[in-house]
């Protein structure tokens, strides 16, 4: 969950969102560990990843983890809020919302500085940015953001769809508390409404693809 490593000492490769669970405290970890625990066993053997050359070999995601990976836990900003800081939290850990709406470089780490949360796309979807000086088509407020992740829908942005919707199913489960913060964090990465920079024109979706919501 930290490193990316397997029991039996093989790397994953990062599909599997260690990069983002990183992120995580130690409690969260150990309690996420117990409640997968206490579930009733399942009897399924896991199919063979099977890539090409040189994808199929793991010792190079030793390599990708040297270039890409920190596996830090989250140390809050004393400099913001709780709320914020539950927000980032909740964002970049185990939300992981950068693995679809963050692009990626060539070799699919997720780009930082400017390009956090700049866009991406998602199992043939494109994923809008989230912050209104990346050339967001509509740019969020904090209750609009709220709202659309506690139901699934916004006057301004429609309906949550593709990939995006069983996110918003999962959200149902969190405190509401969570979901604020979620939506503080992510809302004040955007200049104030009254200041907001013009964004670019918002892309089409390619030929083919569709746009979460």
């Keep these: 969950m930290r490193q990316g490593i397997a029991r039996d000492g093989r790397h994953l490769y990062p599909a599997f969102p260690y990069t983002a669970f990183a992120r995580m405290s130690e409690s969260d970890m150990m309690a996420l560990y117990a409640y997968l625990m206490s579930q009733p066993a399942v009897k399924q053997a896991a199919r063979e990843t099977k890539l090409p050359f040189p994808m199929n070999q793991r010792r190079l995601v030793a390599g990708w983890n040297w270039l890409f990976h920190d596996a830090r836990e989250y140390q809050p900003d004393a400099q913001q809020s709780a709320l914020w800081n539950r927000g980032k939290y909740l964002v970049d850990g185990a939300g992981h919302c ?57 006057a301004e942005h429609g309906v949550a769809a593709g990939p995006m919707a069983p996110v918003v199913a999962g959200l149902a489960s969190l405190p509401e508390s969570d979901v604020r913060a979620i939506a503080h964090y992510i809302a004040s990465l955007s200049p104030p409404v009254g200041c907001r920079v013009a964004a670019h024109a918002p892309r089409s979706a390619p030929q083919g693809r569709m746009r979460m919501r």
């Design 98 to 154: 950068g693995a679809c709406h963050t692009p990626r470089n060539a070799l699919g780490a997720e780009k930082g500085g400017f390009a956090y949360l700049g866009g991406g796309s998602a199992e043939g979807w494109d994923a809008p940015a989230l912050i209104a000086a990346r050339a967001a088509p509509v740019p969020w407020t904090e209750d609009a953001l709220f709202t659309y992740l506690r139901t699934g829908f916004s």
